[in-house]
Antibody, heavy 119, light 109 residues
C-alpha cells in the first residue's frame, strides 16, 4: 500500500521560506510516476502547487511559479517543496500526493500538514 | 482560469441519491476527459473516487459514478450511506495547470 507522509515546521514567519518534505513508503519514487504538492487555505478549496517526476522534470502552478521550487530525493524516497517570501495568505493545510499521467489524477494522498504563517 | 464551481452543500437521507455538479470552461472540464473526484473526511487523506470522468479505482463502490456534459461534470452518489458524509472536490487538467473545484459538503441526514 502506497503511503505518503508530510513533514515540516508548523509555523513560518512572513517573508521567510516554507519547506516541506513528503516521505513515500510502499512504492519507490525511482520506479516512476509523478509526485505533487497541493494546499488548502482555511475555509477554501484545494490548490495545486507543483509536480515533479522521478527524473526531476518539474511543473508549476503559473500563479505560484515565481516563488516555488519542487525537488525529488530518490535515495531517500522523498520529495520536497519550498515556497519563498510567504505571507499570511500561504497559511493552510499542505498535502502531498502521487500523480498519474496520462489520466491526470492523484491516486494516493498524505494526510496533510498544517502551516501557519505568522510573526 | 480559476477554480471550478461546485455547490457549497448537498444532502440526502440514507438510501437516497445526491448529485454534485462541477462547472468549468472549455479550457478545462469541457476540453479534456480528465475530470477526477475526491472524497475528503477532515483530518484524513483525500481519497480518489473517480478519474477520467467515469472511471472508478479499485475498491471504490459502484454507488459512486461520474459523468460529463459540455463544461459541467457531475458526481452521483447513489444509496447514500453514513460514511459518505464528507467533502467532495472535482478536479481537471487544463493544459498548463490543474484546477480543483470549490468543494461540496455532502451531509447524510
Amino acid at each position: 500500500q502506497v503511503q505518503l507522509q508530510e513533514s515540516g515546521p508548523g509555523l513560518v514567519k512572513p517573508s521567510e521560506t516554507l519547506s516541506l518534505t513528503c516521505v513515500v513508503s510502499g512504492y519507490s519514487i525511482s520506479s516512476g510516476y509523478y509526485w505533487s504538492w497541493m494546499r488548502q487555505p482555511p475555509g477554501e478549496g484545494l490548490e495545486w502547487i507543483a509536480t515533479i517526476n522521478h527524473r526531476g522534470t518539474t511543473y508549476y502552478n503559473p500563479s505560484l511559479k515565481s516563488r516555488v521550487s519542487i525537488s525529488v530525493d530518490t535515495s531517500n524516497n522523498q520529495f520536497s517543496v519550498k515556497l519563498n517570501f510567504v505571507t499570511a495568505a500561504d497559511t493552510g493545510m499542505y498535502y502531498c500526493a502521487r500523480y498519474r499521467a496520462p489520466g491526470f489524477y492523484f491516486d494516493y494522498w498524505g494526510q496533510g500538514t498544517l502551516v501557519t504563517v505568522s510573526s | 482560469q480559476s477554480a471550478l464551481t461546485q455547490p457549497p452543500s448537498a444532502s440526502g437521507s440514507p438510501g437516497q441519491s445526491v448529485t454534485i455538479s462541477c462547472t468549468g470552461t472549455s479550457g478545462d472540464v469541457g476540453g479534456y476527459n480528465y475530470v477526477s473526484w475526491y472524497q475528503h473526511h477532515p483530518g484524513k487523506a483525500p481519497k480518489l473516487i473517480i478519474y477520467e470522468v467515469t472511471q472508478r479505482p479499485s475498491g471504490v463502490p459502484d454507488r459512486f459514478s461520474g459523468s460529463k456534459s459540455g463544461n459541467t461534470a457531475s458526481l452521483t452518489v447513489s444509496g447514500l450511506q453514513a460514511e459518505d458524509d464528507a467533502d467532495y472536490y472535482c478536479a481537471s487538467w487544463a493544459a498548463t495547470s490543474y484546477f480543483f473545484g470549490t468543494g461540496t459538503k455532502v451531509t447524510v441526514l
